[in-house]
């Protein structure tokens, strides 16, 4: 079984900053894909970011320039760095995983507001 628990979520004023961790724990083997999607009230869930094992990234256009993704391969973390934050941020910030045999994970979401 794989756990994932995001932390870092919480209210902060337009053009502040936040920085998510994911940890993941449990029967963890070769893992392919990280990446953190959010899903705002009445919206879709949608992809943010997501980074490679080979550390290759990609970024919504909506937060290019303004969140980064990181990961460490060895604590099995990933970080989403956000920058500018605007209220259209607002969102529940999910942390997947997804395995070299195509599995996939989910966090249960941290919620991020950006309000004034």
């Known amino acids: 079984q794989v756990q994932l628990v995001e932390s870092g979520g919480g209210l902060v004023q337009p053009g502040g900053s936040l920085r998510l961790s994911c940890v993941a724990s449990?029967?963890?083997?070769?893992?392919?894909?990280m990446a953190w999607y959010r899903q705002a009230p009445g919206k879709l869930r949608e992809l943010v970011a997501a980074?490679?094992?080979?550390?290759?990234?990609d970024y919504s256009d909506t937060v290019k320039g303004r969140f980064t993704i990181s990961r460490d391969n060895a604590k099995n973390t990933v970080s989403l760095q956000m920058n500018s934050l605007k209220p259209e941020d607002t969102a529940v910030y999910y942390c997947?995983?997804?395995?070299?045999?195509?599995?996939?994970?989910w966090g249960k979401g941290t919620l991020v507001t950006v309000s004034s």
């Open positions: 997947k995983l997804t395995l070299f045999d195509a599995r996939d994970y």
């Open positions: 449990g029967s963890i083997f070769r893992i392919s894909t």
């Open positions: 980074i490679t094992s080979g550390g290759s990234t």
